[in-house]
C-alpha cells in the first residue's frame, strides 16, 4: 500500500484510490452512500469523482474499522461519531 500523503494536492480517480487502498470501485461508491458525511469526494464537470489525500487516509480508516477490527456499518457509524444516513 501507499503512503496517501505522497498525493497530498493531487486530485486522484476512484481508480487510483482503489488501487492505493486495495478497495473496490463498487466498496468505494458504496462507502460514500453510506458514509456521505465522512466520505464524499468532488465531481469534475463530467461528474467523476476526485479524491484528495484526506479521502485516502479516511478511506484507510474505514478499511481498518471494517476489515481489521470487524466493526458493522452501524458500529464505524458510532465508532466515527457519523450521522445514520438512513434516517434523512
Known sequence: ??????YEG????????????????ATLR?????FESYVRPGRTDGNHRL??????HRILELKRL?????YTVSGVRRRLN???SSQN
Do not use: C, F, R
Not at 51 to 56: E, K, L, Q
Not at 66 to 70: A, I, P, W
Open 51 to 56: 479524491y484528495t489525500a484526506d479521502h485516502v
Open 66 to 70: 471494517m476489515k481489521v477490527e470487524g
Open 82 to 84: 457519523l450521522p445514520d
Open 30 to 34: 458504496y462507502w460514500e452512500k453510506i
Open 10 to 25: 493531487i486530485p486522484l480517480t476512484i481508480h487510483q484510490v482503489s488501487m492505493i487502498t486495495g478497495i473496490h470501485k
Open 1 to 6: 500500500m501507499t503512503d496517501p500523503n505522497l
